[in-house]
């Protein structure tokens, strides 16, 4: 099993404020990926972190809202810009491994915004 | 991709085996069906893949119907710390993200 580790695991932030949340994997991988867990709801695909080029957003998600790096295959950073109570989500990485392509989570990142 | 359509919510007694249906009616041939958990908060935890042959590992079993058009997810034990919400995914061959839907809430009672 992969190790992704996540950091902080949880905040609370005030608004207009900026968060960004680390990613770490165990080894190079492929692929990675930033989602968002609205309180309540399933996950939804954020963004595609690509190494050495812009991230890939998904439909209703911006680069000036959630800038995404990823300098190395091993690590990935989002960053949730001027933040509102409506960003309050749990912020999950993960990570595409190998040749039979299984996809890893990290523990998430709990994001309160005040 | 195709959409899966799993009910929302089931209980299973401890120490039972713990039935999951997931229907995916529209599945194509490239697409592989997956499962997912997702224990309270915590980020989900992979359980098990298979693309038409029934598969088992140490967790669960995972048995797809020879149309492929449904399949069930089996964990032959439960325990109450299989208490989760699970997810049945469907993905081609061509897309590498998941694309989640509303999950089965499993409840497993003591």
């Known amino acids: 099993s992969a190790v992704i580790s996540q950091k902080p695991s949880r905040d609370i932030c005030q608004r207009g404020t900026s968060l960004t949340i680390q990613c770490q994997v165990d080894?190079?991988?492929?692929?990675m990926f930033w989602y968002r867990q609205q309180p309540g709801q399933s996950l939804t695909l954020i963004a595609t972190?690509?190494?050495?080029?812009?991230?890939?957003?998904e439909s209703g998600f911006v680069i000036d809202k959630f800038p995404i790096s990823r300098p190395n295959l091993t690590f990935s950073t989002l960053t949730v810009s001027n933040m509102s109570p409506e960003d309050s989500s749990i912020y999950l990485c993960?990570?595409?491994?190998?040749?039979?392509?299984?996809?890893?989570f990290g523990s998430g990142t709990q994001l309160s915004v005040l | 991709d195709a959409k899966t359509t799993q009910p929302p919510s089931m209980d299973c007694a401890e120490g039972r085996a713990a039935n999951l249906p997931c229907n995916h009616s529209?599945?194509?041939?490239?697409?592989?069906v997956y499962w997912y958990r997702q224990i309270h908060s915590q980020g989900p935890q992979y359980i098990i893949h298979?693309?038409?042959n029934n598969e088992t590992n140490e967790m669960a079993s995972l048995i797809i119907t020879e149309d492929r058009k449904s399949s069930t997810l089996i964990l032959p034990h439960a325990t109450l710390r299989d208490t989760a919400v699970y997810y049945c995914?469907?993905?081609?061959?061509?897309?590498?993200?998941?694309?989640f839907g509303s999950g089965t809430q499993l409840t497993v009672l003591p």
């Open positions: 529209t599945i194509s041939g490239n697409e592989y």
């Open positions: 993960s990570a595409l491994y190998g040749s039979n392509e299984k996809l890893f």
């Open positions: 080894s190079q991988v492929t692929m």
């Open positions: 995914i469907v993905r081609p061959l061509s897309a590498r993200q998941l694309t």
């Open positions: 972190a690509n190494q050495g080029s812009e991230a890939t957003y």
């Open positions: 298979g693309l038409k």
